[in-house]
Structures are given as C-alpha cells and as structure tokens.
C-alpha cells in the first residue's frame, strides 16, 4: 500500500499540469516537417505555430479577412504582380534576421522546384506563380505567368511560409550551396520565424515546442507545449482522464457523450472545411455512362448517413462548397441531391445491365469510412445496383480496374481553386492520375473561373463547372465531418473557422488556462 | 571448444542470412511502399521520378546486392517514411523496447521459477492449487484485455499509474505486468510439471536418505535438474515475447520498435523492416546461444563439442 500511495504521489507530480507547458495527445505525428512540401493532414496539425505566412489572416472568422503577416502591406500593381513591404526585424528562431532573399528563396524552392516532393507542390498549388524578384531590402514583387485573382490567398498558404535560405543551405553538404540532402535535413530539423520554435521533433512520435522569444508578434502563452503520439483512442481518453495530457485529437462522435459527461473534462469540436466523397472511375469502360454515375449519386441517402454515422452533426453539401469561401460560397447551387426514383429511372435509361461495382475503401483512414461504405452499398442495393466491397489500406486512384471508392477533398486554401480545382481542375489530381477527364467546355469554364479577376464572372464560372459536375458526375461529396477534440475542463480551446482542417493553433489569444 | 564456437558462429550467421534473404523477398513480393508513399495526383512522369527519389526503381538483384553492400559497411540505408538513417530510427526506439523486453524476463524468471517450485513441492495443498489457477488464468487472458484491465483500473479509476509513453520508470509497471503475466504463468507450468519429474527420481530419494536439508535437496538436487527443459522453454518464448510486446506497445502508446515494425510492415518501409526483423533475428538468436551456455552451467554432463 505504500508503494501503491508513493506510486500514485509520483504519477501526480510527474503530470500535474503547470501554466508553462501543454501537453497534447495526438493520434498521429508526422513523419517530417516541412510547410512548403506537406499536403498531408497530420503534417498540417502543427505549421501555424512554427511558421509564418506574407499575407496573415484572421483565423478566428470562416470568411478570409487578411492582416500583415511576414508582409505588412501589399499592392497588386497588375494583374500579374503583386508587390509586398517586407516586415522589418523580423527574426528566424535561430536569430538570424529575415532577409528579402530568404522570401525569394521560400517561395522561388517551389515556383522553380529542383527536388522532387517540391514539384508536386508547384504543380498542385502554385502554378500560375512565375518568379520572386527583390526591388529593394524590404520589397519583393511575386510575378505570375497569367492574371492571379489569388495572389493574397496564395501568400497565405502553408506552402508559401517563410524559411531561411542560410539555415538550411548550412544542414548539410556544402553550406554555401542548396542540395536535396539540405531538404531533408530541414524536414528534420524544420525552423521558421513563428511563435514557437521547434526544441524537438522525433519523427512519427513526439515534437516539442518552446516559445520563440524574439517572436515578432504576441508572444506565445506557453513556454513549452509537448505534442505526443498516442495512436489507440483508449489511450488517448485515459491518458486524458489520468491527467498526463491537457487535450487529446480525434474523437469518434460516439465518444462525445461519456467525455462531455466527466466534469474535469470538455469537448469541442467543429463541422471541417473537408468533404469525404465517393469517387468514380470515369475512364473505366463499366462505369463510362454518366447516367449511371448520376443513378449512384442520387440513390446516396447522405441525411441519413449524417444522422445514423454522425449524430447529425456533420454537414451535408448541396454543392462543392464551403464557408470559407467568403463572396464563393454558393450554397444556392444544388448540385447533388437524394433521389432514388430518379435513380431508378436513369438505371433503365443507362441499361445497367446489373454487373458488380467494386467499391474500395481503407479499413480506417476516414472517420466511418467502412460504415458508410456498408450503409452506401445497401442504398444502392435498394435502387437494384450490386456491389462489393473492397478493403484495401492501399491508394487506388490510379488503378484503371477501379469503380468507385472513398477519398477526402480537404481544402487547401480558402477557395474553389484550393479545394475542388487541386481534385478536379483539368491539371487536378483525378484527371492526371487518369480517372476522370473533362471536356474542352469544362477546361473553358475552368480557365474563366480560376484566372478571372471578376467575382462575378468567377460566380458564374463556377456554377456552370457545378452543373456539368453534376451531369456527368465523378465526384460525390457526401459531408463535413464533425472533427472533435477533448480536453481538460480548464483548458480554453477551440478549433478555428479560419483554418484549413485539423490546424492546432497555439498561439496567443487562441489558448488560454482557467485560473492563470 | 574453439570449433565449437566456430561453428556456432557459422550457423548464425546462415541463419542471419536465410532470414535476411527471406523478409528481403516476402516483403518486396506482398507489396509495395510506392502504393503507400506516393503523393496522390501524379501522372507517370511524377511517378517515375518519385521512385527514382526514393531509390525503388532499381531492379531486385541490384536492390539486393546494394542491401548486402550496405550490410557490409555498417550503412543501412534511409527510411523510406522518415528520410534518415535507419540505426539512427532505432537508436531512438530499441532502447526502451529491450529494457521492457529484459525487465519482462527477469519478472519471469524471478516469479515464475519460485512460484512452479511452490506449485510442484504443495501439489497436494490447496496453496498450489492456488498458485496453478493464477498461473490458468495469466495463461488465458489475453494481453490486450489485460492491458486494457489494467488501463481501466490503475489509470483511470485510481490515477495512479501513467498510461501513455515510457518516460518515467511508472510507466514501466503496467506494460511489464502486462507482458510478463503470460510468460510467468507458462513458466510455472512448466517448472512445476519439469519438478515434479525431477522430484520423483531415486537420486532425490538418496538424497533425502543421506540426510540432506529439505531445501538442499529441492535446490540442489531438484531445482537444478528440472531447470534444463525450463531454460529451454525460455528461450523459445523470447521470440514469442517480442509479438507480444508490439500489441502491448501500442496500447500504452509506447512508440516503441513493436510499434515502429507493424507501421513498417503496413507501408512496406523496406529499409526498417529489414533491419529491424535482422535485430530481432539477432537477439532471438543470441538468447538461443545463451541457452545452451546455461546448459553447461546448469550440467555437467554437458560439454561443448
């Protein structure tokens, strides 16, 4: 019993939570850390702290409203420059100080990419960006190859934070030149200009942070946060529970209940900027008749899978749009709906001749990804489709036997370019791995829509990509999820509107302990 | 002597080889990290130059001759999920997993061999009856529901025990008690059924007859010539030991080399896995080699040839 009490003694000690340090439990950590070249959504989790983009924005609003970040202001001189005032004194977290060349360096490692992972990057987010030029100590101008209607959406991005040229040409090699090997060394070692640098980070497992003292803005309310791995959800809730972390990630909505039950604990949580879709294998012979992709999508009860798999608290998009679209959120467009008499009739009209579709899913990537696969394959069994499921952890969309299967389309930037065009853009990923293919009037749309720098224009655009998405679909989604995180019940925190999913923002003003 | 050690070391090293050979070809045949790693959205020209990046479009025979190359000089290539040097991934990893791997096996030997011999000396009494259905149930239970048990009890309930990570020696009690509870339970089986065969010999008899203490005999005389199948059980449970400390790590968020070798596995991390199953190979091998020390130590009658 002794040992018992003085165990117990310890245990408290070693977990007693101070004002000074944060300790999260987090499902996943990520394996490297580099803002430029990272589209994963556990990567994604962790940059906002570190780093800092030229164009800031307030997060705590789903609509973009930019501030100064790294930039303090900015001028869109034509439609394919846009001119920004460098911050002065700003430092990196190893005090050396920004320089105009370490922005050029940021941005012209991605517009110019020589190493491979950077490529993907300029291809997916950054094409139209040209070049870099410094005008004087404190102003660059960012050149585009046609006019940019993004150019401040796109200076906000992850991709587009600032990094030091100096540092991570001195990580390896030679230290006056730029190599691969210095990228990789940096997504070891990544340091930025943010509220907290990076003190550890030990791949796939833990990352700690300590507050950046020569932080340009608010200093971080924290003096060290310790992010952990703890990939079983019953090892997140007690070590919840057991106080040895403050917050924990990824909470299933069946769990909300039993934690918002516990009063030393609380729950928040968030409908995400991300769709989970079921997507079609345009290009597979089977599955080339649009009537009986639009059959498929209307036969999807997506209210009831919400209220059976979500407790109603996800959302169900009429269209591929979101909130933090701002003047593009179009919620009037009503591009995908439930109509299984309908689907019926297109069933006949397509002459499905009743052969199997193959539906692939991961066995737990997505939150209820294989329950609503199940639920999915019963719909469409109620409309006379028969179909298999396929569980498989591997990626298929390349593979040319596929049908249909479930993917994810977060949004990568706050707006239609950042979400639906990096998906389904004529250079998007479906049609360059070869499963969908638009048509010239779907690619003069496009172009109207992405390289307009009239709103309106850019509406109308928009809802006529929606209509023909919807005529021939390849894409359905089928909602928001409702992303959830608990925490100790004195710890003041909530994700951000403002974000792109899953972000864990610790800077000041967005976390605060009660009673300190 | 000297020839025996030899050989002894030849055959290792086939073994090494055999297994290396092995995991180098099952993995490469059931999959492929290129389905797993791959950024999604790329055309073929993106994907060759991926694979290019990570030094997968080499065909087999050269892939195989470089990781026997690599082998040689102690270099033993980059993840293929972390992009760094593999020893240097484990050097992180494999510490904490041996420690709870040694620390299991000195709970084991330290309860298990008294508890069998307590079995074995009062099968008669209800003392050891006791004894033999703890051990029924330490055998029946699943690690996992164990585990979870534990969690429930110590941790969440009580908040008494820590149940995520291994930083404190805390954090130690709950995996081991977990890991270990099995392979005392197996030991005392075995202990007490190798003692009972002992306890019926004439020599034990003899010895009683000449006037030896109680205990003399039973260490001396018994203990010392049941432990031969016993030590022999124990070093092939080590193996088994490792799989069950890969469920265990991952329950209590250990992030350890189990943990490290099952996400290999999934996403075919070619380099790790195969170093990390060679180490495994390695220790289990080594225990084996221990083993049949101890049988010199343990009798004399047996030498090595």
Known sequence: MRLATMAATLAVAASAATAQELRVGVQNMAPWLDPGRDFSNVGSQFYVNSFDPLVGKDNTKAESVWQPGLATSWTIVSPTTMELKLRPDVRFQNGDPMTAEDVVFSLERIIKATFVPY???KRDTLPNLASVEIIDPHTIRVHASRPEPLFETLMNTQQTMIVSKRYIMGLSGKPDAIEDSDYEAFALKPMGTGAYRVAEFIPNQRLVWERFDGYWGPKAPFARVTVTRIPE?????????????????????DQLDLLGADRALRVEGMVTPLF??????????????????????????????????WQGKAVVPSSHT???????YMPELKTFEYDPAEAKRLLKEAGYDGFTIRFDTAAAYYTNGLLAAQAIQEMWAAVGVKSEIKVDDRWTGGDADMMARNWSNPMYFPDPVGSFGIMWAPTGNAATEGRYKPDAAFEALWDKFRYSTDLAARKDAYAGLMRWISNDPPVLPLYQPYESFAMRAKIAWKPLPGHIPYVLDFRAGRISVVGN | MPRFVALRLLRMLATLWAIATVVFLAIRLTGNPIDYLMPEGLDAEGRRAMIAYWGLDADLLTQYASFWRGLAEGDFGLGLMERRPVSEIFAERAGRSLALLSLTLMVTLGIGVPLGVAAAVWRRRAMGSAVLFIAFLGYAI????????????????????????????????????????YFVAALVRYT??????????D????????????????????????????????GLQVATLVSGAVVIETVFAWNGMGDLLVGATLRRD????????????????????????????????????
Not at chain 1, 281 to 305: G, W
Not at chain 2, 154 to 181: C, E, K, R
Not at chain 2, 203 to 215: C, M, N, V, W
């Open chain 2, 203 to 234: 020599y034990i008899r003899t010895a009683h007859a000449k006037g030896l203490s109680p205990a003399a005999v039973l260490l001396r005389h018994g203990l010392r010539n049941a432990l031969i199948p016993v030590v022999t059980v124990l």
């Open chain 1, 233 to 253: 959800l019953s090892g997140r809730i007690t070590a919840l529970k057991n106080a040895e972390v403050d917050i924990i990630t990824n909470i299933p909505p």
């Open chain 1, 119 to 121: 490529t993907v990057r």
């Open chain 2, 270 to 305: 070619y380099p790790v896995l195969q170093f990390g199953v060679l180490l495994v190979a390695s220790v289990v091998i080594a225990v084996n080699a221990l083993v049949d020390l101890a049988y010199v130590a343990i009798d004399p009658r047996v030498r090595l040839v």
């Open chain 2, 142 to 181: 699943p690690n996992f529901v164990l585990a979870i048990l534990l969690l429930l009890v110590f941790s969440a309930s009580l908040n008494w025990l820590p149940s995520a990570g291994a930083t404190t020696w805390l954090h130690y009690v709950m995996p081991t008690a977990t890991l270990a509870a």
């Open chain 1, 276 to 309: 989970h879709v079921v997507i079609f294998n345009t290009q597979n012979p089977k599955m080339a008749s649009a009537k009986l992709r639009r059959a498929l999508s209307l036969a999807i009860d997506r209210k009831t899978l919400n209220e059976a798999l």
């Open chain 2, 192 to 201: 007490r059924n190798a003692m009972l065969d002992v306890l019926g010999q």
């Open chain 1, 322 to 328: 979101y909130a933090q679209f701002g003047p593009l």
